[in-house]
């Protein structure tokens, strides 16, 4: 895709999301995630079900995590754990929250382009002390749903999608036909590439250079249907980039240009089968991020409810 056709449907999804007001002050695509819809999506319960779509946080350096998260106990001392009386076991936990390898969520801060964040906020809003707007501060009463899992390896009849390899609309309207599901206004979207499958069966990879994701086009598909988060196992982003001279353009387009909060390295390998046992694809997810004041994102672990 060429820069000039990239700028073009930037442009096209901005105008688009720039007339979607707020609603109960959350801004961006979370304005379609009217109380209606909450209300609505509490019906998707019919199992009493939780499946977690986050994966373990990762301790251990790998090619697609060079700094990973650090979890130290602190408490109890050696000597404390033989003696008598009452002791407590502590720790600290310390996380890149951006990285290839552990669940995130995409605060609309995230993205700077040509000075500005997300709806014209300027950059300069991102200080060294934190974000003074647009920040995960937004989503402090997190979000709760519809959730809707399109699996495009099993739409294909292959275990993963390769590292380079798209998602298209095409592949995402086939999904839902396939599946018996359609996405609607105000869902989370979660579509699956089998990034984690192959991370378990093949071992890690440095997925920064390598992996599969929507393809920018795909990302028009979100519009229409008006959904109001994007997820997927990978980073949502295909690398090497489809776009000449824009390393992320999902990222862009989704986040920048129409408010959509992602969430990045989820896994759905314990989803899969439970949606392919009750016969649905569609189901209550709430997603509940840490309250870091002024943060560009959170790791993250969204339950969905069947």
Same mark, same amino acid.
């Not at 720790?91 to 014209?120: I, P, Q, T």
């Not at 997190?142 to 292959?158: H, K, N, T």
């Not at 390899?165 to 592949?171: L, P, S």
């Not at 599969?212 to 980039?241: I, K, M, Q, W």
């Given at each position: 895709?060429? @820069?000039? %056709?990239?700028?073009?449907?930037?442009? &096209?999804?901005? /105008?688009? +999301? !720039?007339?979607?007001?707020? #609603?109960? =002050?959350?801004?961006?695509?979370?304005?379609?995630?009217?109380?209606?819809?909450?209300? @609505?999506? %509490?019906?998707?319960?019919?199992?009493? &079900?939780?499946? /977690?779509? +986050? !994966?373990?946080?990762?301790? #251990?350096? =790998?090619?697609?995590?060079?700094?990973?998260?650090?979890?130290?106990?602190?408490?109890? @001392?050696?000597?404390?754990?033989?003696?008598?009386?009452?002791?407590?076991?502590?720790?600290?936990?310390?996380?890149? #929250?951006? =990285?290839?390898?552990?669940?995130?969520?995409?605060?609309?801060?995230?993205?700077?382009?040509?000075?500005?964040?997300?709806?014209?906020?300027?950059?300069?809003?991102?200080?060294?002390?934190?974000?003074?707007?647009?920040?995960?501060?937004?989503?402090?009463?997190?979000?709760?749903?519809?959730?809707?899992?399109?699996?495009?390896?099993?739409?294909?009849?292959?275990?993963?999608?390769?590292?380079?390899?798209?998602?298209?609309?095409?592949?995402?309207?086939?999904?839902?036909?396939?599946?018996?599901?359609?996405?609607?206004?105000?869902?989370?979207?979660?579509?699956?590439?089998?990034?984690?499958?192959?991370?378990?069966?093949?071992?890690?990879?440095?997925?920064?250079?390598?992996?599969?994701?929507?393809?920018?086009?795909?990302?028009?598909?979100?519009?229409?249907?008006?959904?109001?988060?994007?997820?997927?196992?990978?980073?949502?982003?295909?690398?090497?980039?489809?776009?000449?001279?824009?390393?992320?353009?999902?990222?862009?387009?989704?986040?920048?240009?129409?408010?959509?909060?992602?969430?990045?390295?989820?896994?759905?390998?314990?989803?899969?089968?439970?949606?392919?046992?009750?016969?649905?694809?569609?189901?209550?997810?709430?997603?509940?991020?840490?309250?870091?004041?002024?943060?560009?994102?959170?790791?993250?672990?969204?339950?969905?409810?069947?």
């Amino acid at each position: 895709m060429t @820069a000039h %056709a990239f700028r073009a449907l930037y442009d &096209r999804l901005r /105008s688009r +999301a !720039a007339a979607q007001p707020a #609603v109960d =002050g959350r801004c961006g695509a979370l304005g379609r995630l009217t109380p209606e819809r909450v209300a @609505a999506a %509490a019906a998707e319960v019919r199992l009493g &079900r939780t499946v /977690s779509l +986050a !994966a373990p946080v990762e301790t #251990v350096p =790998g090619p697609d995590d060079p700094e990973p998260a650090v979890h130290r106990m602190t408490g109890p @001392a050696p000597d404390d754990l033989d003696a008598g009386g009452l002791h407590f076991a502590t720790d600290r936990f310390a996380m890149n #929250v951006h =990285g290839d390898a552990d669940s995130h969520l995409d605060a609309l801060c995230h993205v700077v382009l040509d000075g500005e964040l997300y709806g014209g906020v300027p950059a300069s809003t991102v200080t060294p002390e934190g974000a003074r707007a647009l920040s995960v501060d937004l989503v402090a009463d997190g979000i709760v749903g519809r959730g809707v899992l399109l699996d495009i390896p099993r739409l294909r009849g292959v275990p993963w999608l390769e590292p380079g390899d798209h998602v298209t609309a095409a592949d995402l309207m086939a999904a839902e036909a396939a599946q018996g599901v359609r996405v609607g206004p105000g869902d989370l979207l979660f579509v699956r590439t089998g990034h984690r499958l192959r991370r378990t069966e093949l071992g890690p990879w440095n997925a920064a250079t390598a992996r599969t994701g929507l393809h920018p086009t795909a990302v028009e598909f979100l519009a229409e249907r008006e959904v109001s988060v994007l997820g997927g196992d990978g980073n949502n982003d295909t690398a090497p980039s489809a776009v000449q001279g824009v390393s992320f353009p999902v990222h862009v387009l989704a986040i920048h240009a129409m408010g959509i909060h992602l969430m990045d390295y989820l896994q759905f390998e314990d989803l899969v089968p439970v949606c392919v046992r009750a016969g649905r694809w569609s189901f209550l997810c709430a997603v509940a991020p840490l309250r870091l004041p002024g943060a560009t994102g959170s790791p993250v672990n969204p339950i969905a409810v069947l």
